[in-house]
């Protein structure tokens, strides 16, 4: 049987035999009275550079895409894109009908994207024959890899194993950010072997990567980002000995980001970081004066392990 360390390395490091592999950021949209903040955008991007991500997804539900209107999305996408730097960039792109999403994924024509987030139609909940349907239209008309986006939890339908094994087949689908929270699932994709699995539940990061995830697009990784990479890089090593501790010192920042709704924990304490205005589009609203207390504190021993290390 092969131990944690050999699997990893049979599997190559991240980022080679892996494109998705390592700790992606799934970027919030800065608001400023309203508007889309774009210098603080700028900020927040360079902030994350070099620091050892993977790279960013704009316009996720971490980015409040639902709440930006299609020009909106292209100008946050245009930013983000003008400063990367190394970074890689995933954009998502949501809708209802097969052939209205995949009318934006062919505007995205020609820029260096790594990939497309696509999550499942939200509200209308097909079946899974509607799911393949839907999927396979939309990687037919995309022009980079997409990564597929199970979130029941906010969509209202899950990607079945068996459906998700069935759009494997499909060359230009290559990932899956998994928030089904089935590990049985989980496990099953990641032994498939053909889906690279991103794990999109901040709380199964350190799970998942044990399973055999590559990576995970995490939003408590604005935060620390680089002690979120080490860990990345700790558990591709097979290294549990320092993963462990490196692990148990993020956790209580991992779960305060996710005490209220996301993304409201993460603007309070990209806020106090920052300095980027703490401010949500209707009807998500800002973090309540506990929660900031404790993320400042929280923050703050953070900080504090870090300078010890």
């Given amino acids: 049987m092969q131990t944690l360390a050999e699997s990893h390395a049979a599997a190559g490091p991240a980022g080679t035999t892996t494109p998705f592999g390592g700790i992606w950021v799934p970027l919030v949209t800065p608001f400023r009275e309203g508007a889309v903040d774009h210098e603080g955008l700028k900020r927040l991007v360079r902030h994350l550079d070099h620091q050892g991500l993977a790279g960013l997804v704009v316009c996720g539900s971490t980015g409040e895409a639902a709440a930006l209107d299609e020009a909106e999305q292209r100008a946050v996408l245009d930013t983000v894109m003008s400063v990367r730097g190394d970074l890689k960039v995933i954009v998502g792109v949501s809708g209802v009908t097969p052939g209205g999403v995949a009318r934006r994924l062919r505007e995205l024509a020609g820029l260096p994207l790594a990939g497309v987030l696509v999550p499942s139609p939200y509200y209308v909940k097909p079946s899974q024959a509607g799911l393949i349907d839907f999927f396979n239209t939309v990687a037919d008309a995309s022009p980079v890899p997409v990564v597929l986006y199970d ?3 906010r969509t209202g339908v899950r990607i079945d194993t068996d459906t998700m094994l069935t759009l494997a087949r499909h060359p230009r689908i290559q990932a899956v950010k998994d928030c089904a929270g089935d590990p049985d699932h989980t496990q099953a994709v990641i032994d498939d072997g053909r889906l690279q699995l ?3 539940d901040d709380a199964r990061i350190f799970t998942s990567l044990c ?5 995970a697009i995490a939003a408590s990784a604005h935060l ?8 990345h890089r700790q558990l591709q ?3 549990l000995l320092a993963a462990r501790p490196a692990w148990r010192a993020l956790w ?3 779960r305060a980001l996710f005490a209220e709704p996301n993304p409201g924990p993460v603007k309070a304490a990209l806020a106090l970081r920052l300095g980027l205005s703490n401010e949500l589009r209707a009807p998500m ?10 993320l400042a504190s929280l923050l703050e021993v953070l900080d504090a392990g870090e300078r010890r290390a």
């Fill in 285 to 294: 609203t800002a973090a309540s004066p506990g929660l900031t207390a404790r």
């Fill in 198 to 200: 991103l794990c999109g």
């Fill in 151 to 153: 979130i029941p939890g």
């Fill in 224 to 231: 620390h980002p680089a002690a979120f990479a080490r860990l």
């Fill in 211 to 215: 399973q055999g995830a590559v990576g």
């Fill in 252 to 254: 209580p920042l991992t």
């Fill in 237 to 239: 090593a097979g290294d």
